[in-house]
């Protein structure tokens, strides 16, 4: 599913007008009626509403909205604010529509207001300012966002909440932004909606068909996209009845210092239920008997050192590396790590501690061979490349360091963005809070090397990979629950995501 910025968002609404063809305003209306079957879908018709509608065609739809709430039986009162007495067509339009039902009680603000009270059991519908805005609320409206986010009603947003901004809040004062507890969004996500800082002011999110041009969609390039369920699908290889462990990949892991044979572990577990014929696990002397008992399907590479990683080994006759979990940070070691992504022909995974080394020798983030995969948690990604302010910001540099370094980058969280040097970023959909555990990210590296190793290109083993960790993740929450989930979990449950998209 594509991520259109504010500016193609409006030119899909002209496309749509000009060739379904339909008026705008019956494009509004045919919007409005999603937007009320939603509300009506959550909401009882004993529930009192108070319409908040800008002078814009967001407003335009909250008038709309109001209309047909009110049809429907709802005891509703509206609130127009037209301050600089220039209204859109549309919402004025369904303004005068709504003037002609005696069943709504409807208020023009032109200069002061006096707010309506606002109680426990109502329902407030945000339709102030949608997808077009481009500053900070402020004045008046800044006051009266303040004003039903301290109220105890309940709110639902049209589109977007009145004052989040479509793509960057960097320098948006957050105070100053409608918290909905739920948000119906028109025929597509925007990007800011995939950001930790602004789930607060999104609540629920629900996202609208609402008929726009499907052919205009699908001609329209987008930066962002979110991957779905058809798209892993049609990305799974198929594994030939004749086939033998020599042509299903040979992995090389090199992880785990001593005391943290457990990353080693989930990285090496995880490989090998993402389907790799073999796996090598190169780890120090003294991890030798964990490994051994704990991964008896792997071949075990010991390190000279006893405690740590200490010398690149030879890596022609392995399909894929993944490198980086529990490795440790001493000196020996990095100087190890940076040999051995010199060396290495096969596609890369690297990790954790590989990416905690390449954050204390920022130089050698620019010697990366080509089409490395790089798999930073936010924290991570700060070291490398320093702090960012928030989550756009920090995306905005995933992207341009994967461009600059020809590098594939996974930034981890909630919704996980792979950033590809082409320029385009996919948003992973699956996943869930209860994945918030330690080792989680070992568990992805291993899944991203065993698909490397068994023949998947860096970016089909990325998008693959994430969503098969991401729904390993909720089917393993639905049933043992969230909080008790942890990494070994999500291995536990990766056959059970494999036969799903396979059935």
């Known amino acids: 599913m594509k991520i259109f910025t504010s500016a193609q968002i409006r030119e899909l609404d002209n496309y749509t007008v000009e060739h379904e063809p339909i008026k705008s305003i019956d494009l509004m209306e045919r919007a409005a009626k999603a937007l009320t079957g939603a509300i009506t879908d959550t909401w009882p018709g004993t529930t009192p509403v108070a319409v908040f509608a800008g002078p814009g065609n967001n407003g335009g739809d909250a008038l709309a909205v109001a209309r047909m709430l009110a049809t429907l039986g709802y005891k509703v009162s509206a609130y127009l604010f037209n301050i600089t007495g220039h209204l859109s067509g ?13 069943e709504v009680n409807f208020t023009e603000v032109t200069q002061e207001f006096d707010p309506p009270k606002l109680e426990a059991g109502m329902l407030v519908v945000d339709g102030l300012f949608g997808a077009g805005i481009n500053k900070p609320l402020a004045g008046g409206f800044a006051a ?26 960097t320098y948006n004062v957050r105070a100053n932004i409608i918290r909905a507890n739920q948000t119906l969004t028109l025929q597509q996500p925007k990007l800011s909606f995939f950001f930790a800082e602004t789930q607060k002011f999104i609540g629920r999110l629900r996202t609208l068909d609402i008929g726009i041009s499907a052919e205009a969609i699908g001609q329209a390039k987008a930066q962002y996209s979110v991957i779905e369920e058809c798209d892993i699908r049609q990305r799974l290889l198929s594994r030939s009845p004749f086939a033998h462990k020599g042509q299903m990949g040979h992995a090389l892991l090199i992880a785990g210092s001593y005391g943290m044979g457990g990353a080693a572990i989930l990285a090496a577990r995880a490989c090998m239920r993402a389907g790799a014929g073999k796996l090598t696990i190169h780890t120090p002397k003294r991890n030798n008997m964990i490994m051994q008992t704990s991964i008896p399907e792997a071949v075990i590479q010991l390190d000279q050192e006893e405690t740590a990683f200490s010398e690149a080994v030879d890596s022609e006759d392995y399909d894929a590396l993944g ?17 051995q992504l010199r060396r290495t022909q096969c596609p890369i995974v690297a990790d954790a501690d590989a990416l905690n080394i390449l954050a204390n020798h920022r130089a050698w983030i620019q010697q990366l061979p080509k089409e490395i995969i790089l798999t930073p948690h936010p924290k991570e990604f700060d070291r490398m490349t320093g702090n960012s302010a928030d989550s756009y910001e920090r995306l905005s540099k995933a992207r341009d360091l994967a461009g600059r370094l020809n590098a594939y980058i996974i930034l981890k969280g909630h919704y996980s963005a792979l950033c590809t040097p082409d320029g385009h970023t996919f948003f992973n959909p699956t996943g869930n809070a209860g994945m918030a555990t330690a080792g989680s990210g070992d568990v992805l590296t291993g899944i991203i090397t065993g698909l490397l190793a068994r023949g998947y290109k860096q970016a089909d083993a990325c998008m693959v990979g994430m969503y098969l960790h991401g729904l390993a993740g909720d089917i393993a929450a639905h049933h043992i629950g969230m909080e008790s989930l942890t990494a070994s979990d999500l291995i536990a449950y990766l056959h059970k995501a494999f036969m799903y998209l396979s059935d």
């Open 90 to 102: 549309d919402c004025s339009t369904n303004k005068a529509r709504l003037k002609e039902m005696k």
């Open 144 to 169: 009266l966002v303040k004003y039903i986010n301290a109220s105890p009603a309940q709110v639902v947003s049209i589109d977007v909440p009145s004052g989040l901004m479509t793509e960057d809040n």
């Open 323 to 339: 490198i980086g979990p529990g490795l440790g940070l001493s000196e020996n070691t990095a100087i190890a790590l940076i040999a």
